[in-house]
């Protein structure tokens, strides 16, 4: 028995597990949606934008859930055969993927109240319901609102390119502990 245990990683909670796939899934269609969408013919482009939206606003709504959870349930440790650089850069990187992870979508919830056409055109999530834009930004005299919206959309695009960094160093070091290292550290947060 004893065998099988050291065998076994710890594992992250069934929850945590479901809510770090459904997350890096919604991640990545968004950045590319995001790196798409200017791209598209003009016929597509405001679904993909309006998508993006519904999107963004769901992996805030999961990231404040899995912050919730994450503060009442302790992550399994470490493989113990890491070194300790190797267990620093986890925690900077990870800690780096949650800043990014509301980071992203408060910018874009920011950049989208200070569109100019806001108060005519709605936002719906997923075009089930309307979903409110930030008062605050809305209200802003229209040159202040253009300026914010320049700001807001720079932030978030500079968001995207740090997130798309710390994502490539994420799926990076956990196919290296998989693969070179042996450690089995990628099980801890497979589906079984």
């Known amino acids: 028995m004893a065998y099988e245990q050291t065998l076994t990683p710890p594992r992250y909670t069934v929850p945590a597990i479901i ?8 991640m990545i269609v968004n950045l ?6 200017e ?11 309006d998508t993006h939206k519904s999107i963004g606003i769901t992996v805030l709504g999961l990231v404040l859930l899995r912050v919730l959870w994450r503060l009442s349930h302790r992550p399994p440790p470490f493989s113990g055969t890491m070194a300790n650089w190797e267990r620093g850069l986890a925690h900077v990187t990870h800690f780096g993927l949650y800043v990014f992870m509301v980071w992203m979508p408060i910018t874009g919830w920011l950049h989208d109240s200070a569109w100019k056409a806001a108060a005519e055109k709605p936002m719906f999530w ?9 008062g605050l930004v809305m ?16 932030m978030h695009e500079i968001g995207g390119y740090g997130l798309i960094a710390l994502l490539l160093l994420h799926i990076a ?8 290292d042996h ?10």
């Open 126 to 134: 997923f075009g089930l319901f309307e979903w409110p834009r930030i």
């Open 39 to 49: 791209d598209l013919p003009d016929a597509q482009i405001r679904l993909a934008i």
């Open 183 to 192: 450690d089995a550290g990628l099980r801890r947060m497979w589906p079984r």
């Open 19 to 26: 809510a770090h796939w459904l997350i890096a899934m919604l």
């Open 32 to 37: 590319g949606l995001g790196l798409i969408a």
């Open 173 to 180: 070091g956990a196919l290296k502990h998989q693969f070179v």
């Open 139 to 154: 209200a802003r005299p229209a040159a202040e609102k253009e300026v914010l919206h320049e700001l807001f959309g720079a």
